[in-house]
C-alpha cells in the first residue's frame, strides 16, 4: 500500500488573496473554510481526487522566503508561452533563483512571494 498527496497546506499572510490566485491558476474551486481563517480550495470533484487540495492557513509570521516545498504546474488547454501570459497577468512574477535562461520552464513568485515552476510539457486534462 502506497500513501498519496491529498493536500498540500500553504500559510498565507492574506489566504483570501492566494485562494483567488491558485484558483484562477489551477481551475479550482472553494472546497470550504475553517474558523481560523483557513481556506481549503480544489478541484471542482473535490477532496480525494487524482489532484491534491491547496489549504491556504493564515499566518501572522513574517513573509514567507524560499519554502522547502514549492508547487509545480503544467498548461493543459495552451502552450507554455501563453500559459506563462496568463499567469503573469495573474499576478504572478519572475522570480530569480540562480536559472540560466536556458531551463524548460519558468519559475514565478505567487502574490506573496512562494515560488513555482510552470514546466514546459503540456499534459492532458483530468
Not at 19 to 46: K, M, T
Not at 72 to 93: H, K, W
Amino acid at each position: 500500500m502506497a500513501c498519496r498527496i491529498s493536500e498540500l497546506v500553504l500559510d498565507a499572510a492574506d489566504p483570501e488573496r492566494l485562494a483567488a490566485f491558485w484558483s484562477e491558476v489551477l481551475g479550482y474551486v472553494e472546497l470550504g473554510r475553517e474558523d481560523d481563517g483557513s481556506i481549503e480550495i480544489g478541484p471542482p470533484a473535490g477532496f480525494g481526487g487524482p489532484q491534491p487540495t491547496l489549504v491556504l492557513s493564515p499566518s501572522d509570521g513574517p513573509p514567507p522566503g524560499k519554502l522547502p516545498l514549492h508547487i509545480d504546474v503544467n498548461a493543459t488547454d495552451r502552450d507554455q508561452a501563453a500559459e506563462l501570459a496568463r499567469l503573469l497577468a495573474l499576478g504572478a512574477r519572475p522570480a530569480d533563483v540562480g536559472q540560466t535562461g536556458t531551463e524548460g520552464w519558468h519559475v514565478l513568485a505567487d502574490p506573496e512571494g512562494n515560488e513555482f515552476c510552470l514546466l514546459r510539457t503540456r499534459l492532458q486534462p483530468l
